[in-house]
């Protein structure tokens, strides 16, 4: 095993970044394990550590549970699994001891053949007789050989037995988590990464792990998946932002997703398009601080091929972002997230992703199982180890983290190649409004505050629609109802931000029937962008169609496409909407084509 990592947040105060976005080392002033040192003095290469929403790489599996150890002090019902089986074995929880302790420990106990090799090792440095007495020379021939040697708080976390219990004295022993008469409840994840890589660094070997003897990490936490609900003094900050964090909430602070009731409910706390602003500002200021050779994006796995596909658009950068995510929780058998970590710091650090001219030629990745998978192809398709895929039919792995080694390189365009790229959003684009008579209408829309940062408020909403084809046109002379349909999305978006898309899935080629095209006319002639894209795992590119009144999306699926059009919805805004969009003018149709020949470049080239 790689070992296990710690999610953290961190920031730089020169970069002017928020208490909420602050960047730092890993471990508080006050705390007992060894940190980076800071980049302003580091000579090791530096690399941000963002923890995003519902980040499985950061869930410990709802938190350890009472051990057998403490049942048996305080006269506890037994440890059992899952299955009411009882536990033989306590499970080891990596905690930190409050002062110095001198062990002893068996020799030859750490592989099961060192006895056999009794003649290979140097002495022990004592022996302990029948009372657990130490000698430094044999005293009986039943005395045992031992290792002495002094544990101290300053060398970090021990793996021990778990003592805590519940504030009525019962064990934590529930795979859900307690909710008490405040409403709080236990939460399994870190609120940042910092935990994860002192736990990876503790279990990892010097040839699979020592990542603080290779770089310096900062740790982010713009969307944490944990978060202090009671909020944290600033003494006590893993991060280097200051000040005290404020108490948090989820849903607006934090993002976890738990199971919850007795039933298992399973609820996910999903970030809002106000957060990705929030995000991607986090992310844009800690690139511009020129620190960081690169930084790894914790996400859970469902949406992580959003993000990072964002972040290739978007940030402004010439350094890797790397997605990483789990499917296994850590502390079960076999967790991903550990090897997964050491192995996107390996591809950072490899600079194998760099051209000859120290530029990023590939873009931003996803790793996991050893695969380097390009932003754009990532795919989720099924939730466990191996599941991610590639989209579209024609590549999108690219490598693989043993060497690290490229072995394809992606030719879409990305970062400070981009053209929807955050430097290159202006402060205001055309957006749409309705006006009293109903009617929609263009109007600026200020993308970028006086700071230059996104404003959550302008995040584009884009809506997919399904037109489905097969069996459900109407006899003649019926009402259509691919109208109102698209009527209703064009409502929806408009009530949620002024710059609004959609994306049409078609069958694969994006054939439309007559009443579906004559909506989507309608729709893109009211102000809509409207791209289409063929539904499921198409290997098919759409072809390309000067005249009509659409974007064709390339061979992305409906989420990608989503993806890129927010994104050109912020560099460009609206088209202008028809005074009539049942009976436009020639010279109308002619503006829309002309915005949306822009919005097709992008969707040729990103």
Partial sequence: MKGLVVSALAVICATG??????????LSAKSSATSAPSPAVSPLPGIAVFA????????????????QKARDKYGLPPLKDWSGHKVVQDQLTFQRLAAPVTVYIEQFSALPLDRDSAELFAPPDGFLDAQNVFHKERTSPADRPVYEVVLRPEDGLYPLPYMARRADGTAWDSWEPAAGANGLIRQPFYPDASRLFEEIERMGAETTGNLFGRAHFDFFRPAPPGGYVHGLPAAQRTDKGTGDIPPEKAGVDYFPYTYKGANATYENFNPSRATLAKITNSVQRAMDTGAYRGGLWLEGSPRVEDSIYWFNLVIDTDAMLVGVIANRPNRMVSPDAPATIVDAVDFVLSDVWRDADGKNRV?????????????????????????FGTLGGHGGVIGTTAGPRLTFLPLNRHGRTSEVRYSAIPKTVPGLSRAANGRIEQAPVTVKDDTGQLRGEAIPEVEILDFNSWMTSNAPGTPDPVGPRVESAIARCLGESPLCGLVAEAPVSGHFDRNDALAIDQAALSGMVVVKVS????????????????????????????VLLMACLLRYGSPPPAADPAHPTEAEKEAVRSHLAKIQEVFDTH
């Fill in 17 to 26: 970044l928020d208490a909420a976005d602050s960047v730092g080392d890993p």
């Fill in 52 to 67: 995003g929403p519902t980040a499985t790489v950061l869930n410990t599996l709802m938190g350890p549970r009472t051990s």
């Fill in 363 to 387: 873009g931003d990745v996803v790793v996991q199982d050893q695969h380097i998978t390009a932003a754009r192809e990532a795919i989720k398709e099924a939730p466990r180890p191996g599941g």
């Fill in 535 to 562: 539904r499921g795992a198409s290997g098919a590119f759409m072809g390309r169609i000067d005249e009509n009144l659409l974007v064709e999306g390339s061979n992305l699926n409906a989420n990608k496409a989503r």
